[in-house]
């Protein structure tokens, strides 16, 4: 009696407890999905802070060091500096290393000297990168935008997403921007953030436990990734949607949203620009643009979707001959020589010298009246200035020379990048296709401003652009061209264009944003039809079923379904009439992930799937722990068994393995459908039935190689896990 | 000999020709799509150009009229004047109804003439309005959002977008806007401009035959819509994604943003704002933001939540109301009642006699030095005043007179804005929502610069709001209550941050943006789940399954698929054993609009599916134009058809009518996979198997049945064409 009370006791007490528990579960469980995204902002914009202050700490350290603290970067040296310079710039404290050796900075010994120290700091770090790489965390090459994508779409590359990729890529981004690459650190910030994200999970069970919310937990973290990139929240957002995502479930998007600007508030925070901007590359312009300007906008579209598409191509090229030629052996080799080519060039030409955000920066940058940049050497006539509005003046000789050291650093920027992308190191590559639009948009813009400074007088000028007016901006020429060349590259559209409105801010810029974007869009399309990550995708062979393309064949699912027509026909478990014995010969001659189950041979009516996985799992944990079961006892997959006569072995019930809802198609069913099948649900395989009757099955593979060969692409160079 | 020449000439002409053809049609077919973008945009923004004119010039109407030419607003005719006169407001050539009719503006008789004048102009087009609506389109009414949510989700409403709809929501709109009514021309807008996508469509093939490539224009148009409507492309892109559109493939994203942009061009080209800005409520605000401004945002936002909650109840209950009582029956009456209260109400007040977006864009505005707005009386102390900033001030005796008066006009808004919504006119809710907000955003905006004001010595201002620091912008607190209270009625999300930010442009301000809009949606949500587009939807009974809310119960599809458990049989039609006679009274007696085809009734083999329509029009035109066929003749649904002994009479092949690929699932399927189907291939119907025999069926209708059921609302409560 009293051991009854107790327990009734118990039975409440727990019963109280369970509800309080299901109470905080449930509160916990509405809130776990913010508290993650408020978490992966903080970590991605913790990291991309931290990346940025070291970057640029150890950019610097290529050219000198701080006496007051050698962990502070230049400008940070020169801020804390108390004695009195003229040069904002050069500052006491801060020493270059033919100061620091031989005791001054002058002459063509220190000269030789500072740029020797400068190829020895780029060799070391990105050496220190690439052993890293190769010898901690193979994952943490590259963009990883392709292998993010894929990911996304389904496909598992384990350890891709892990903490040592995270470490290691962290690590090594920083050297590898230091080191001078012609690469950036956006691609690669998002494979951080969706590192970040994927580690993160783990602390929630929702999250860990469930593939597709996971997912959409990494399409978050992209958009976080891109935000930290630019300080561009929005256009992060739609980066991962346009870009990034495969099936971006509307839902995910406010919280995305949230994450990013968390991320990039963090960021701003932490304030590794020292400027409290948001944003990486600020702008402000002050004139509108003319109409006829759309014309030069337009040409550098064009210029945009040119280097794009030969970009692509000879990126590609050069990478198919890593993987296939003796190249891909060594990588370290590689890394060296290519930052040797890269450090020896760069040096003597002060805008390669400077990192290359720095260099967009300039770029973009509108002359104001007390500018020193030689980009802005002007020849000033004071009486035409009104208050701060800047008339369109003629070149000094600062502008002439800032022209032919451009024009260098575009050619050597061009050729150096299709190297540089893809060696194992990380590397983004919108940094570098900004640049070589910038420089080339600037170009075009200082050309246009003499021409109207020096022939206002022309039809075409006459109206907008007299003379003493201010009508072109070089810097939004420079905008407009790394917005065409980052669209030439990776076909981005709506977030490229939101990307480069949010660093502006300007909707006045939209126009001319868009009309480059594209323009370029549709001359890299009419050359290829990729962008570069789908031509990674692609060259590495990922399963990765395009969500874009449109599939406009008139084949049929029995075209695509295997067995073929002279095959051998398909292999099937039957309910309840196979022994053990059967099953395990099955799985043993086959290698097929999973197989149908049918009520007999005859009638080849589906009951359902069963994953081979589960069926080796079942039968070897039976055979172990259930009395009875040998290899004559018979598998049943019915809900209920019929009574056996009492000498057969004791069977085996599997219904609780199998799949009763597998996905079927009629044969007749247009692979236009299939495929669309296979893409909005994240289909791994679709069984084909006529009349009722089994008759095939069509995995993801099949759909990807029948694709791949209407494409008259070679359909065995797809992967599959 | 002679005519197989001409005929193999023929043919190869024939043949050249028809290769000319097709390279003519795939090069049209390649730009068709961003022609018809082309055309929407061009359309959507002259359209939205004549209806702000046309609007701008009769709500003048209401106050007086222009003598130069009575085909002047107010602020063209002053523009028009040469004589010189001191206040910008009052040119000699404007007269006031009473200065026109008795000579003279001041006193109370010329008050009380123009006041009667107001609201009979008032009364006189809204009357039109409704009588227009009433009697030409009676789709042209309401917002209009809610319909074409239902039918980008595959419900067809014959007629909604047709090109009658397009006339009279357009002039009707131009009258509900000038009436004074508490209404906006956003939603009805995003209408119009979708009846243009929709009618423009008709002039393409492609589009005209696909339902699926018409839905992605309606979407593209519907962005278009919103882009004309704030001058915000990317916002009515990211609205028309999140809000309106129920699949948005995304390769139709970039064409959206094309029209949109095209759209937005296009009415500043016809600058009906006379002010050639993009944006409706064009803000330039000069300060950042503190930290601890946040309160007062998220305090804004609470607001917003508990406006846009407490909006949404009593609309919906009224519009029930409406809908159920004989009230439904006096639209004309209901119209003329609630214009008359508006206007009386709204003349003495000079905050609710201005429209309503100039109301906005005053509560927005930062003041400057030289505003003479009653809003901007501050106590001048030019002292401290240091350039172009200006320091907070004391209040001045208009801005304590117009608190008063918007707090009046707060009240009256909050109300009128209930009985508006759902009238029989066209109405919007954008900018009556943003009225109210910003209303009191700025009463909270001004409380809170007078606190700083007077007690810049309190801890919370120490340190970033010290004496003579122009700390608090009262406009932006507006800006973020309009964004609150919006959000709170439509729960928009990213697109009302986007929106907000496209018309500052300030990145700085997305933050406390994004503050009032978050605790505005957890507030509302909180109180009720719908957004008020989906509240309509539910009123009015809409068969729309919402994509955003998962699905998360534990039934199958066998819970939901009809023949229930104890119905009888499912009807279906045997492919090779049935007379006409038989089919024909399975048309008769039931209403199904469709037929599963199967082997036999024995084996219930499942072959296809017809559609009734189908089916009686094939059996018609049989009987009528082919021989033999009587009610004995045997239908056939098979490939082929055994031979017939002579006697019996000649048989009917149905195989080109039949849906050889309908699609199925298990009856073990999960509710929640079905659901994400429905949703994802926007099916109208599903049928269930067992082991491969045909079971039963589940439809649309059945599917937000049991939704409904699931959410305790009453099944019986949806509609089905």
């Known amino acids: 009696m009293m051991t009854l009370h107790l327990t009734e006791r118990w039975e409440i007490t727990s019963r109280s407890k369970e509800s309080t528990w299901a109470l905080i579960h449930s509160v916990s469980d509405a809130f776990s999905g913010w508290l993650l995204m408020l978490l992966i902002g903080l970590l991605a914009g913790s990291l991309a802070g931290l990346i940025d202050i070291s970057a640029h700490w150890m950019t610097d350290l290529k050219e000198g060091v701080c006496l007051a603290g050698f962990w502070f970067n230049h400008e940070h040296c020169c801020w804390k500096s108390n004695i009195t310079f003229t040069d904002r710039d050069k500052c006491p404290e801060w020493k270059s290393w033919s100061q620091l050796m031989i005791g001054h900075g002058e002459g ?55 903490k040592w ?21 956006e691609g690669p910030l998002v494979h951080v953030a969706c590192c970040c994200g994927n580690i993160l999970c783990h602390l929630f069970t929702k999250y860990r436990k469930n593939e597709a919310k996971r997912r959409e937990v990494l399409s978050a973290a992209a958009a976080a990734g891109v935000s930290v990139a630019f300080g561009a929240p929005i256009g992060g957002v739609l980066f991962s949607l346009e870009e990034v995502s495969y099936y971006f479930p509307l839902k995910t998007l406010w919280r995305s949203f949230f994450a990013a600007l968390v991320a990039a508030f963090t960021l701003r925070s ?69 930052t040797a080519i890269t450090a020896i060039l760069a040096f003597p030409n002060e805008y390669t010298r400077m990192s290359t955000s720095e260099l967009i920066s300039e770029l973009f940058n509108d002359c104001g009246i ?17 208050g701060d509005d800047l008339p369109d003046r003629a070149a000094g000789q600062g502008v002439y020379t800032a022209m032919w050291q451009l024009a260098l650093a575009l050619i050597m920027k061009v050729f150096i990048t299709i190297f540089t992308f893809g060696m194992k190191v990380p590397s983004g590559l919108f940094i570098p296709s900004m640049a070589v639009g910038a420089i080339a948009g600037r170009l075009l813009g200082v050309g246009m401003e003499q021409l109207a400074f020096y022939h206002h007088d022309w039809v075409i000028f006459s109206g907008w652009c007299s003379q003493g007016a201010d009508c072109i901006t070089p810097g ?26 949010e660093l502006t801010g300007g909707l006045e810029y939209i126009v001319p944003l868009m009309a480059a974007a594209m323009t370029s869009k549709w001359v890299a399309d009419a050359i290829g039809r990729e962008g570069i990550y789908d031509a990674h995708i692609r060259l590495n062979g990922y399963p990765f079923l395009e969500a874009k393309e449109e599939f406009s064949h008139k084949t049929l699912a029995m075209d695509v379904m295997r067995p073929r027509r002279n095959d051998p026909p398909l292999t099937v478990i039957t309910q309840d009439s196979m022994t053990v ?71 085996l019930k599997l219904r609780s393995i199998l799949d009763l809802s597998p996905f079927t198609v009629t044969d007749q069913t247009p692979m236009e459908i299939v495929v669309d099948i296979f893409r909005k649900l994240g289909l791994r395989q679709c069984l084909v039935t006529h009349n009722g009757k089994l008759l095939g099955i069509i995995t993801k593979k099949d759909v990807l190689k029948h694709i791949a060969q209407l494409a008259n692409q070679d359909p065995d160079s797809i992967l599959f896990n």
Request: charged share 15%; proline share 5%; glycine share 8%.
């Open 108 to 162: 063509a010994f220190a000269y030789i000297l500072n740029y020797f120290m400068y190829v020895i700091w780029a060799l070391l770090f990105s050496l220190l990168a690439v052993l890293l790489v190769k010898g901690f965390a193979p994952y943490a090459c590259g963009s990883g935008i392709p292998e993010i994508k894929t990911i996304l779409s389904g496909f598992i590359i384990r350890g891709y997403l892990g």
């Open 165 to 185: 990729t995270l470490i290691i890529k962290t690590i090594t981004l920083v050297l590898a921007v230091s080191s001078g690459l012609s690469l950036g650190k």
């Open 370 to 386: 007390l500018d020193s940049s030689k980009l802005c050497e002007y020849v000033n006539d004071f009486n035409s200035t009104k």
């Open 581 to 651: 014995e059967d099953v395990e010969a099955i799985i043993n001659e086959t290698t097929y992930s999973g197989y149908p189950v049918v009520v007999s041979r005859e009638s080849q009516r589906l009951v359902g799937f069963v994953l081979r996985r589960d069926l080796i799992i079942s039968i070897e944990n039976a055979r172990k722990k259930q009395d009875g079961i040998v290899s004559t006892s018979i598998i049943y997959f019915t809900d209920h068994s019929p009574p056996l006569p009492p000498s057969s072995p004791s069977m």
């Open 270 to 338: 932490i304030n590794p620009f020292g400027n409290s901007r948001l944003v990486l590359f600020y702008v402000e312009f002050h004139m509108p643009w003319h109409l006829l300007e759309l014309i030069p906008f337009i040409l550098l579209g064009i210029f945009g979707g040119l280097w794009g598409a030969f970009f692509i191509r000879s990126n590609i090229a050069w990478c198919r001959r890593r993987k296939t030629t003796k190249l891909g052996k060594y990588p370290v080799l590689e890394v060296f020589v290519v």
């Open 476 to 501: 939004l020429y420079a905008m407009v061209g790394a917005a065409a060349c980052l669209g030439g590259v990776t076909r981005m559209t709506v977030s490229l264009v939101v990307i480069m409105f």
